[in-house]
């Protein structure tokens, strides 16, 4: 399954606030850019993951997200979206400022 023109759509409204955003089908997934900083990825099958390395990946991990690739054991410095916040834009947006602060 490859992402569809409205998740792409979607993505760039929800991320619309933080700055100019670009994105570049990889993969069957998406890559997504801030300003041309690499902040986000969604999957082929939609799933959001906001990049996080240490303190900020610890507390993605706090707030019940999981790691890219963990069910395979290849994970990546990706993480999925905490569960209460899949469905509310405006805390996606407050998790993607606190991802792009983290870079």
């Not at 991320?15 to 998406?30: D, E, N, V, W, Y």
């Not at 990946?57 to 963990?70: L, S």
């Amino acid at each position: 399954m490859s992402l569809s023109e409205n998740d792409i759509e979607f993505t760039h409204e929800v991320f619309a606030p933080l700055g100019p955003i670009t994105s570049r089908k990889m993969m069957g997934g998406l890559s997504i850019y801030c300003d041309g900083v690499i902040f986000a990825i969604l999957d082929q099958s939609a799933t959001l993951y906001l990049k996080a390395r240490d303190e900020f990946a610890a507390e993605m991990a706090a707030a019940g997200a999981a790691q890219f690739g963990a069910e395979t054991g290849k994970t990546m410095c990706y993480w999925t979206m905490p569960d209460d916040a899949i469905d509310d834009p405006e805390m996606v947006l407050d998790w993607a400022k606190r991802a792009l602060r983290a870079l």
